[in-house]
């Protein structure tokens, strides 16, 4: 299993938003950065994610799971980009905020604080046992 981050503007797509799609999950549109798309060509079912709200929250504040893996974006007319679809599995007990993330030496190579930019960035297992801890959230 790997682990991701998923970012999201709460305005345009929020975790409640995220939730209510159900186990139907929706599709993690719109993404056009090279990078961000091989993160999600990566992607396998089941792989787990963080629900990050950006812009003026910047935290997490769910994890998600893969439904479905990389497919043809209905919103690219030019065909070059693609999607995964991902489904809520649980909000996180306490969100954790990018000033918590910075403040933790040992996250300091976490692709969130590397590559602020990156709308989809891969999770090391250490990563995403210390930052559940800091969510005091279990699976």
């Known amino acids: 299993m790997a682990y991701w981050l998923f970012k999201s503007e709460p305005n345009t797509w929020s975790w409640d938003d995220q939730v209510r799609k159900g186990a139907a999950g929706e599709g993690w549109d719109g993404v056009r950065n090279y990078q961000a798309s091989n993160n999600m060509k990566a992607m396998k079912i089941g792989d787990l994610g963080f629900f990050y709200h950006s812009v003026n929250e910047k935290q997490i504040v769910g994890i998600v799971e893969v439904i479905e893996e990389y497919h043809p974006d209905p919103t ?3 065909g070059r980009f693609g999607m995964v679809t991902i489904k809520a599995v649980k909000p996180v007990e306490k969100p954790v905020t990018l000033a918590d993330i910075k403040a933790d030496p040992r996250l ?10 990156l709308s ?20």
């Open 76 to 78: 690219d007319a030019k």
């Open 120 to 139: 989809v960035v891969p999770v090391t297992a250490e990563q995403w046992k210390l930052i559940l801890s800091m969510a005091g959230t279990e699976l």
């Open 108 to 117: 300091e190579e976490f692709g969130l604080v590397r590559q602020s930019r």
